[in-house]
């Protein structure tokens, strides 16, 4: 039996994607954003393939100690901070450097004894009105870490680009301007960009990038591909077909029976489904590749199976290998037709697909 979905993720083309990150961002330190098991690719096998890197981001306090554990020494940021006196403990205990964002936040810190040796990052809200400390709060906020931190201890600075991805770059001018007017006069380093600050039109500077999607190879950019951005794809979804058969014309495939042959047709079925993290949503005519040539998704994707038609398609039998998204055709190609973005459908692959190497 030949063998079924597994994500095969190329180390190699994600150091490729560093190196063009950092000639975007000549001088800038790459804090790779790792968080949500690295987009998919595997936290931990993502962390250690990485070793230019300068630092790592993650969401949650979990992920940072599950790096930790496994011996990742460089710096890592909780994206989110810490939420409890216990956490503040962990991160701690596991050298884990925080973002500040809140004044919950503050107090937290305020009332722990090892508050003055935690890296800190202060984050200023300049439009995105997610998470950060909006500009009018942030000088009493930074004012009273500054108190809290060891003398000669550097607080950085922060905030996240709401439309970076928008070539217009309005909002971005304006972020940047709120996030100079709050920040200046104050020393410590600057982190602003996520991919798309780094390849977006408007140059956002900073000490600091903060790259994810870019570092997986997928564009952040909707009106520029990974190739024309010199990315490289680094997860390739692949699986094999696992029946074969003849649909008569006007016979119909899947559930709900919402595709019908207009013609005697070749069908192929590929194991990969929504319980891999194949979106429900994509429609009948969406690119999947089958021996290396793009052929259409016919009727709705099941839990463990979609269909494609071969037809006249030369030497495909049970074991032709099947590609979802990789090198050959890009995961933003396959999220444009379900309706939403790389990051989705990349964070999407389920548990149950292994993580293999290239
Ligand atoms: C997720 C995240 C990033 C990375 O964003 P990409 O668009 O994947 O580059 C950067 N900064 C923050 C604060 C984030 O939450």
């Given amino acids: 039996m030949s063998r079924l979905i597994r994500a095969v993720i190329d180390g190699a083309a994600m150091r490729h994607n560093v190196q063009v990150i950092r000639a975007r961002a000549p001088g800038a330190r790459v804090m790779a954003v790792v968080k949500a098991n690295a987009y998919g690719h595997g936290l931990v096998q993502t962390a250690l393939a990485l070793p230019e890197v300068d630092a790592f981001a993650v969401a949650r306090l979990e992920e940072g100690v599950r790096l930790r554990e496994r011996g990742v020494r460089a710096p890592i940021v909780l994206l989110e901070g810490v939420f409890t006196a216990e956490q503040l403990r962990a991160a701690g205990r596991f050298e884990l450097e925080l973002v500040v964002h809140d004044a919950l936040q503050v107090e937290l810190l305020a009332a722990a004894p090892q508050a003055h040796e935690l890296a800190l990052w202060v984050k200023v809200d300049t439009g995105m009105n997610r998470l950060g ?125 919402t595709w019908r042959a207009a013609h005697d047709a070749e069908i192929a079925i590929v194991a990969a489904g929504y319980g891999d993290g194949v979106p429900r949503s994509l429609p009948s005519g969406t690119a999947v590749l089958v021996a290396g040539q793009r052929v259409p998704l016919v009727g709705r994707v099941s839990m463990d199976m979609i269909a494609v038609e071969v037809t006249g398609l030369a030497g495909v039998g049970v074991g032709t290998p099947a590609v ?7 995961v933003e190609e396959m999220a444009r037709a379900a309706g939403t973005i790389p990051y989705e459908l990349l964070c999407g692959v389920s548990e149950r697909v292994p993580l293999e190497s290239a």
């Avoid at 809290?148 to 972020?175: V, W």
């Avoid at 900073?206 to 190739?227: C, D, F, I, M």
């Avoid at 979802?324 to 890009?330: E, F, N």
Wanted: glycine share 12%.
């Fill in 133 to 257: 400390f909006r500009a009018e709060a942030f000088r009493a906020a930074y004012e009273r870490l500054r108190a809290l931190c060891a003398p000669g201890r550097q607080i950085r600075l922060m905030t996240h680009l709401a439309a970076a991805d928008d070539p217009d770059g309005q909002m971005t001018r304006e972020q940047l301007a709120r996030f100079a007017a709050a920040t200046e006069g104050l020393s410590g380093e600057r982190s602003i960009a996520n991919s798309a600050g780094v390849f977006g039109t408007v140059p956002v500077g900073g000490e600091w990038v903060r790259p994810g999607l870019a570092l997986y190879g997928a564009s952040p950019l909707p009106q520029r591909t990974a190739g024309e951005l010199g990315l490289r794809p680094v997860m390739r979804l692949e699986t094999s077909v696992i029946a074969l058969r003849r649909v008569p014309r006007g016979e119909t495939v899947g559930y709900g029976a």
């Fill in 324 to 330: 979802l998204w990789g090198a050959d055709l890009p």
